[in-house]
């Protein structure tokens, strides 16, 4: 009998689909701004964006060292283990296999960062690999610093077209009932999150400005600071940089991204070897989160773990390129 973990082992098998101009890209890239909004702008998504970039400016009329610590605390929560550790090397790319019940729980923290469901994460970021700088690529700076940056997060999808985008380029996840149960309660349990913060401030803080000081701290700010961080990894790791493998993008390794990014920000390494889940590859390289992963394999609660560099021929880029159509994420 399959165990939980075993049934999620692997990245989906690729058809020759998987590779065909995707419908939906003629009208996501186009020389004109205006045409990349085929079904109008996502204002629910504008205005959270510009309420949380509000709240975290207004967070500094409420600073205290108890919020402050609670920030940071939930900053690593939802951003290393949660978005980088949980979602990109694990779901995305099973770099390493984990329990169920540890893959569900870092599910949840990176909901809680706010940069949407499993579902939608996971299959753009897989699509994104396989177009990456090209016509296709959600995010790439070719079509602007500021568009691979969030504007990219801005037309509206129509229901059909992201249940499309869901099956073509996140299967294993859309065949799972608990992924899609996690979908459509994305936004309530984000508003949730904020209503049990605001009481435990309450609770907790009344002298210090309370629920509002919570909230305006370890949920606006927070999640501010880990939009722009991963972010970050789309943008700046795609323009400015080294370069440690030839790939057929621009991806680049840049140290600043690969530091406040938990190790993301080695993103040449990361595109030429994509289920790795050791990104830095050289000794100053380094890779918060490839250590959490580490210590995880010595709890017993990692196994499988992709941690080894193939030999580095002259032929590394065709490396490079093979792994990328067969991973497809």
Not at 187 to 214: N, R
Request: proline fraction near 6%; glycine fraction near 6%; aromatic fraction near 16%.
């Amino acid at each position: 009998m399959a165990t939980p973990e075993a049934t999620i082992a692997q990245p989906p098998v690729p058809t020759a689909a998987s590779t065909d101009p995707d419908p939906t890209d003629d009208s996501r890239l186009s020389a004109k701004l205006s045409e990349r909004f085929p079904h109008g702008v996502n204002w629910a998504n504008t205005v959270w964006l510009a309420a949380m970039h509000a709240g975290a400016i207004a967070a500094f009329w409420y600073f205290s060292w108890e919020v402050f610590w609670v920030t940071v605390a939930l900053y690593y929560a939802t951003g290393c283990f949660g978005v980088t550790l949980g979602y990109h090397r694990l779901i995305t790319h099973t770099g390493f296999i984990t329990p169920a019940p540890i893959r569900y729980l870092l599910t949840l923290c990176a909901m809680a960062s706010g940069q949407g469901s499993p579902l939608f994460w996971v299959s753009t970021h897989r699509k994104h690999h396989v177009y990456s700088d090209q016509p296709g690529d959600p995010h790439s700076p070719d079509d602007g610093f500021w568009w691979s940056h969030f504007l990219w997060l801005q037309p509206n999808w129509d229901s059909q077209e992201l249940k499309d985008h869901y099956q073509r380029w996140a299967p294993d996840l859309y065949r799972e009932p608990v992924q899609r149960f996690f979908d459509r309660v994305f936004p309530a349990f984000l508003v949730l999150t904020g209503v049990a913060l605001y009481f435990i401030g309450e609770a907790w803080l009344p002298a210090k400005g309370g629920g509002l000081a919570l909230v305006l701290w370890a949920l606006c700010l927070r999640i501010v600071l880990v939009y722009h961080v991963t972010w970050f990894v789309n943008s700046a790791s795609h323009t400015w940089g080294y370069q440690n493998y030839p790939t057929n993008d621009h991806s680049t390794n840049l140290w600043w991204v690969g530091l406040l990014a938990f190790g993301e920000g080695w993103h040449n390494n990361h595109h030429a070897y994509q289920r790795m889940a050791r990104h830095g590859h050289r000794f100053w390289e380094f890779d918060l989160t490839y250590n959490i992963i580490r210590v995880m394999k010595v709890l017993g609660l990692a196994r499988n773990v992709v941690d080894t560099l193939p030999d580095a021929g002259p032929r590394i880029e065709e490396q490079a390129d093979q792994q990328q159509v067969s991973d497809v994420a």
